[in-house]
């Protein structure tokens, strides 16, 4: 048995290499439908990762009077406290929002020059308030718009909701059009390996004939170009695994500029579920061909 396998394998090599160019299309056709694929799973990946840094940025500003008791300010924290909506409540002081607004501008002179001729501190104290969830976030602004405080100069209450919303369709639009997009891949693949397989049982119709004639097996027939659909998947794999290597190399520097304070590592996702990823990719893809080159063995090898 394992004498046949080895010689089913050498075939099987002997074909591809024998076909080259039509190999190396079927491979650079198989990359593409990976890259797809895999392109799918990073907008998954960055979608979710813009979800949670939204929640993250959940809060709602009660912007307070710059003449305002500090003990005022104080108990109004205590009472909002107190909702069973608040994960957790900052009370910035004039002081600090003034520190905070200079080293956002420290690089712009003409604003710092403005605020220095100005002669007073102009920012209010601020309650920055964090829901629980987002499930709560309506509650929570109704709830505080009702407080009547005369110490409340205004709120800001971001619709977070809209936003996501809109993120979420983003993602779903462009996870659509991937999906078409490798369903189109799928397609040529299984096209182009059922003609590579067909190519290959032309170039040996004679030997095919032959063994048939001298009662070789069925297995020893169909199994070289069975396992032709196996060598191209493990090639095509391999160079995806490079390929996507090198482009999320170049890609994680954008990110983590764009996701500043947020831990979005797609190199470390894709090591952290390697096995995973790319194993079930090749079961998939090994499966797609395995099909067509079945298909075309049956129907041009005659057995």
């Not at 075939?11 to 890259?35: C, H, K, P, Q, Y």
């Not at 909701?161 to 996870?175: A, F, R």
């Not at 095509?236 to 999320?248: E, N, Q, S």
């Amino acid at each position: 048995m394992f004498l046949s396998l080895g010689r089913a394998i050498k075939f099987s090599l002997e074909d591809i290499f024998r076909n080259i160019w039509l190999s190396l299309v079927t491979i650079i056709i198989l990359i593409l439908a990976l890259f797809s694929v895999n392109m799918l799973l990073v907008v998954k990946v960055i979608g979710e990762a813009a979800i949670e840094a939204v929640k993250e940025k959940i809060d709602v500003n009660l912007f307070l009077k710059t003449t305002a008791e500090e003990s005022e300010i104080l108990a109004l924290k205590t009472k909002i406290s107190a909702f069973t909506e608040v994960k957790e409540i900052k009370y910035i002081s004039k002081e600090e929002a003034m520190d905070s607004f200079i080293a956002n501008h420290k690089d712009d002179p003409e604003i710092l020059a403005a605020l220095k001729e100005l002669g007073k501190n102009p920012l209010a104290p601020t309650l920055v308030i964090k829901p629980i969830n987002l499930d709560v976030l309506d509650n929570l602004t109704n709830r505080l718009s009702l407080i009547d405080e005369d110490i409340v100069e205004s709120r800001n209450f971001t619709n977070y909701k809209t936003l996501l919303t809109k993120i979420n369709q983003i993602t779903k639009k462009v996870s659509d059009a991937g999906l078409v997009l490798s369903a189109i891949f799928v397609f040529i693949t299984i096209l182009v390996v059922f003609n590579s397989i067909r190519v290959a049982i032309y170039t040996h119709r004679r030997e095919i004939t032959i063994m048939r004639l001298v009662g070789a097996s069925r297995w020893f027939i169909q199994m070289p170009y069975l396992l032709s659909g196996v060598f191209y998947t493990m090639i095509g794999l391999a160079a995806i695994m490079i390929i996507f290597y090198l482009f999320l190399s170049l890609l994680q520097p954008y990110l983590e500029a764009f996701f500043v304070g947020y831990n979005v590592d797609l190199l470390n996702y894709f090591y952290g579920n390697i096995f995973t990823i790319f194993g079930a990719q090749f079961l998939g893809v090994a499966l797609i061909n395995i099909m067509a080159s079945l298909l075309a063995v049956r129907k041009y090898s005659r057995v």
